[in-house]
């Protein structure tokens, strides 16, 4: 059985930062691509930003210049590291794992910004 375990979501102002981390355990091997989505009242789940085992990555647009993912391949885990946040960042944010031949999703952590 895998498990998604996020952490780091919480309540921040306008301009805070926060680190995002999820950690992926159980019988889980060759990931490939780990990533963010979040999803915010009333909208479709959206990506954030996406990283590979080769440490390629993507971001959306609405995050470029503010955001950071990466990973650290020993401990199954990934990261998001989130500064200048803004209001339209409020969401549920979703832990995704792609691996050859699955891939998982977290329960979700809400991050709220608001002053």
């Known amino acids: 059985q895998v498990q998604l375990v996020e952490s780091g979501g919480g309540l921040v102002q306008p301009g805070g930062s926060l680190r995002l981390s999820c950690a992926a355990s159980g019988r889980i091997f060759n990931i490939y691509i780990m990533g963010w989505y979040r999803q915010a009242p009333g909208k479709q789940r959206e990506l954030v930003a996406v990283?590979?085992?080769?440490?390629?990555?993507n971001y959306a647009d609405s995050v470029k210049g503010r955001f950071t993912i990466s990973r650290d391949n020993a401990k199954n885990t990934v990261y998001l590291q989130m500064n200048s946040l803004k209001s339209e960042d409020t969401a549920v944010y979703y832990c995704?794992?792609?691996?050859?031949?699955?891939?998982?999703w977290g329960q979700g952590t809400q991050v709220t910004v608001s002053s």
């Open positions: 995704n794992v792609v691996t050859i031949t699955n891939h998982y």
């Open positions: 990283i590979t085992n080769g440490d390629s990555t």
